[in-house]
């Protein structure tokens, strides 16, 4: 298990094996996320849990391919450290246009 998934995991009480929404779509999550991307060589003063996003394959995919949305996907990340629900279930979510695109891809 790579140390930033741990982190996750140890902050959201969670254990391998359980189920882990996506913190966007709430489908099952694949990937752990860096939000601000560690870069090539990875640094590890970003492996901090505000900077550690659950997403499924199709959610991070699109994050990578619009780094203009990072605020974006920061804001839905905060929401899902105070809340542990997923956006797509938020009453936020409703007419989201950001949202909106992500759902297209799915």
């Known amino acids: 298990m790579r140390p930033y998934t741990k982190v996750y995991l140890d ?11 996506c913190e ?4 099952e999550a694949i990937d752990i996320s860096h939000n601000d991307p560690r870069g090539m ?7 901090h849990i505000e900077n550690l996003m659950a997403l499924s394959r199709e959610t ?10 990072y605020w974006w996907f920061q804001l839905v990340h905060y929401y899902f450290m105070i809340t542990k ?3 797509s279930d938020s009453i936020l979510s409703l007419k989201d246009p950001i949202f909106e695109q992500i759902k297209s891809k799915l």
Do not use: A, C, W
Request: charged residues 20%; aromatic residues 18%; negative net charge.
């Open 11 to 21: 902050h959201f009480d969670y254990s391998q094996g359980d189920f882990i929404p």
């Open 24 to 27: 966007v779509t709430g489908r």
């Open 41 to 47: 060589g990875g640094s590890k003063h970003k492996d």
């Open 85 to 87: 629900i997923p956006y």
């Open 60 to 69: 991070h995919h699109f994050l990578e391919m619009n780094p203009t949305y």
